[in-house]
């Protein structure tokens, strides 16, 4: 019953902390004019859209009727982290059906709230996502929970000192790995997610896609030792994460990028001015779900290498020395 207690004060910080944060840097009002969520096909149908909306279309055809909505964007300008929310919507529709379909045809998925035995996992954000991340968190030096900065901090510094040492080390520009090699090396580390809370995952619901789109089927043992050559992984017929980094490599003319998920914060802090950049609303989110439907065409990632200059050059730098024994100074 403690145990429980602690998780709910826990997430209900993360909440106050995500709230607070989006206030101070005024992007409720940004997100107060644009919006683009799921809307059933029926509501559609019946003329029941303000007039001032639109509704945009998923395809290809058995990618909508998997999903089984449309989209429905208030336009206004908007940035990369508005995105992010719509993806979270898409992933959790994409994945909560193929999961259902693979539980009707009598296989166990044992993925769930609640498990953590992927949890040590390397887990790779897009740039929207990684944008989004670091806002909602704000600076860890003032953070309103300093057991939760130790832990990012702690584990940026694992991770940097792990990958300065580690045989996939490479410096410069378009430098790439294989990202079961990264993943493999990341294992190595052993180390926990950051926001793992008595075994709980504290952002459960802001939860990265890199987490919403792994499944298993069988046994949750499989996964509590990292191997990518195991074959029990639930195959997920459109990748939100891909689409949602191709459309910002896209948009900002960049390659595409992964952030390693707890050097985000840190990340963050020399990419903020990426956040405040806009596009029409509506092209942005038909961008996005262009990409997505070339990902449901594909199937698969059409390449297994992944940038590696995503890592912030000195992320430790403004934050080693103001953070004591968990309290922020």
Known sequence: MRSDAIRRRRSEKMDALVHDNLAETGSEDSQSAFSATLIEESAACNNTIDSRCSIIDIKPEPLARLIGAQVMVVDAPAGLCDLVPLARE?????????IKRSVDSGEEVPCRKGCAACCSYLVPLSTPEALCMG???????????????????????RILTGWSKSPLFQTGPGAVCDIEAVGLWYASLKLPCP????????IYDRRPLACREHAVVGSASHCRQYDPTVGNRLEIP?????????????????????????????????????ALRTWPGVELVSRFLECLSDTASQWAPDSKEIPINSFPENPLRQHSGNMVEGRAA
């Open 238 to 274: 459109a990748k939100v994460l891909d689409a949602l980094a191709q459309v910002a490599a896209d948009l900002e003319q960049t390659e595409v990028q992964s952030v390693i998920m707890p050097l985000a914060p840190f990340w963050f802090e020399e990419n903020r001015d990426r």
């Open 90 to 98: 898409l992933s959790e529709r994409i994945v909560g059906e193929t």
């Open 195 to 202: 926001f793992l809370d008595h075994g709980t995952c504290s």
């Open 135 to 157: 806002r909602e968190i704000g600076p860890l030096a003032a953070s309103p929970d300093p057991d939760n900065a130790q832990a990012l901090i702690a584990a940026a510094e």
